[in-house]
T-cell receptor, first 114, second 110 residues
């Protein structure tokens, strides 16, 4: 069973540009969550998508947006990049077993803004 | 909403010693408590989990305990090895929300 696939693995962008990151969840998983992780920091929740609808949103500016497609693949977009956006962006594919709700993470996309 | 606190933020042990990381949660509806290990440059990987109807679970050198009354759970690593060095995250979830602790950087000195 394929895991969570995030592309690209590494990205270098210039301040002011925009970037799009992609996440393909595990087959059959309908929910995708995105997190930002800066050096030495924990997991900061960006947003969650379920069946093409944003279900939850973290406390990030409007420059951060996302969407989910009918095949459950998700993209997140960051516009007008700032140096502080340099981070590891993680996607988590969520699964459900009865009342249990769990996550499987991808390897992340390392974004560097110069 | 759920709040998960994790301690300590850094932990250094000698190879062969035990390591313990503790977490507390606030939402009494939380019913699933996974632990993730994140190695440098990689995404967090699930290493062990426990459900709310179980008090303890063990997998080789790793064990997790849960005290629902006190709302805390702990990760225990015995006979630590250098390859255990990583950042560990605890998490608590109810049926539609997952919250993470801030992480513990574990260093195992050879």
């Amino acid at each position: 069973k394929a895991g969570v696939t995030q592309t690209p693995r590494y990205l270098i962008k210039t301040r002011g540009q925009q970037v799009t990151l992609s996440c393909s969840p595990i087959s059959g998983h309908r929910s995708v969550s995105w997190y930002q992780q800066t050096p030495g920091q924990g997991l900061q929740f960006l947003f969650e998508y379920f069946s093409e609808t944003q279900r939850n949103k973290g406390n990030f500016p409007g420059r951060f947006s996302g969407r989910q497609f009918s095949n459950s693949r998700s993209e997140m977009n960051v516009s007008t990049l700032e140096l502080g956006d340099s981070a590891l962006y993680l996607c988590a594919s969520s699964w459900r077993s009865g009342q249990i709700y769990g996550y499987t993470f991808g390897s992340g996309t390392r974004l560097t803004v110069v | 909403g759920e709040n998960v606190e994790q301690h300590p933020s850094t932990l250094s042990v000698q190879e062969g010693d035990s390591a313990v990381i503790k977490c507390t949660y606030s939402d009494s509806a939380s019913n699933y408590f996974p632990w993730y290990k994140q190695e440098l440059g990689k995404g967090p990987q699930l290493i062990i989990d426990i459900r709310s109807n179980v008090g303890e679970k063990k997998d080789q050198r790793i064990a997790v305990t849960l005290n629902k009354t006190a709302k805390h759970f702990s990760l225990h690593i015995t006979e630590t090895q250098p390859e255990d060095s990583a950042v560990y995250f605890c998490a608590a979830s109810n049926d539609n929300d997952m919250r993470f602790g801030a992480g513990t950087r574990l260093t195992v000195k050879p």
